[in-house]
């Protein structure tokens, strides 16, 4: 794990010792959109952009299950990295469900970031979102790739489906700031915490914030009722993870999914959502968390459960 530093690659952990243990996520670099306003540098054309993901990784699963959603399949082509991120961050090699660079054929996902801009100082992170006409990064901020697959290509599909609609915009962003900061970035809070303060107060935010939603999802059969939105989607990513990863590895272990009615029925019908199951991946997400981060995991042994019944019936159609 590195970063780029005048575009040459540099091995280093995330510093937390400035920040009295506490993992300090940094912002995306690219934030680029894609319009069909006449004078967009970014146009939505079928076959030009790529996207860049790990399996594993809950930001980059965002973008893939919006490509499914939207349609974008044979619009939009997809490159997944190797589960593991090591010494030279994320690399292209054979692992099951994993592919080659299909563009450029590189070993390393920081060449396509040198590719963009060879003095480019930057964390080299998924999802990527790239142009293959500019041969450029157009976005590498999965909130803002979602918005474009949500909206950009409809006139390419005719999907109109639409998971950010106008009417919901405020409640949208407003539960996904307490999502995102406490249990889409708290599960990370807590397992990159190198200080037993840190650590608690991430997992004490995190398991609040679950059973907020515990209550909430008793009434309401998605976060916002009986819509499906974008802010389902991006806890999803969340939830599915858990109890296979973050419970143990992260030590986020007060309760497991399995332990919340609701949230359990919640999480099984987003997983049986059309399309949705062939978008998770248990092997490299357990795959990833466990033997990349050896900080944590210094033997790197997998666990080889839970065994988790995500197919079993829901039971909230009558919601
Ligand atoms: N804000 C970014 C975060 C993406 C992110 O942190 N991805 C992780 C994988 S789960 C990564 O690539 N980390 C590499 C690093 O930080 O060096 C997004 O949501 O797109």
Redesign the pocket.
């Known amino acids: ?3 780029l530093v005048e575009g040459q690659w540099q091995d280093k952990w ?1 510093d937390t010792k400035n920040n009295k243990g506490q993992f300090v ?4 670099k690219f934030r680029d959109s894609i319009s069909n306003e006449e004078d967009a540098k970014f146009q939505p054309e079928s076959g030009r952009y790529h996207l860049y993901v ?1 399996l ?5 699963h ?2 893939l299950i919006f490509r499914k959603l939207k349609g974008l399949e044979s619009h939009i082509g997809v490159s997944v990295v190797h589960p593991d ?1 090591l010494e030279n ?2 690399k292209f090699a054979e692992f099951e469900g994993s592919t080659a660079d299909k563009l450029y054929g590189f070993d390393f ?1 920081y060449q396509l970031y040198q590719k963009t801009n060879p003095e480019i100082t930057s ?5 990527v979102l790239w142009d293959s006409k500019n041969q450029t990064i157009v976005n ?6 979602i918005r474009i697959f949500n909206q950009q290509f409809d006139c390419l599909t005719d999907n109109t489906l639409d998971f950010y609609p106008a009417a919901l915009q405020a409640e949208i962003d407003e539960i996904n700031n307490f999502v995102y900061h406490k249990i889409n970035n708290g599960v ?1 809070k807590a397992g990159f915490a190198t200080s037993q303060i840190a650590y608690e107060d991430a997992v004490t935010e995190l398991f609040k914030a679950l059973d907020v939603l515990e209550v909430r999802l008793a009434e309401n059969r998605y976060l916002l009722g009986p819509q499906i939105t974008e802010a389902d989607w991006r806890l999803f990513t969340t939830l599915i993870r858990f109890d296979a990863v973050y419970v143990g590895h992260f030590k986020c272990n007060l309760r497991r999914i399995a332990d919340y009615p609701n949230l359990l029925g919640y999480l099984r019908e987003l997983y049986q959502y059309p399309g949705i199951a062939s978008t998770v991946n248990f092997e490299h997400i357990k795959r ?1 968390y466990y033997y990349s981060h050896d900080m944590i995991n210094p033997t790197r042994v997998i666990p080889i459960g839970p065994e988790l019944d995500l197919a079993a019936p829901h039971g909230r159609e009558n919601l």
């Not at 590498?140 to 790739?145: D, F, L, M, V």
Request: proline share 6%; aromatic share 12%; with cysteine.
């Open positions: 794990m590195g970063l995330y996520r940094q912002s995306s790990s594993a990784c809950p930001w980059a965002r973008t991120m961050g994320w996902l964390r080299v992170t998924v999802p590498n901020e999965s909130a803002e790739i990370y990833h």
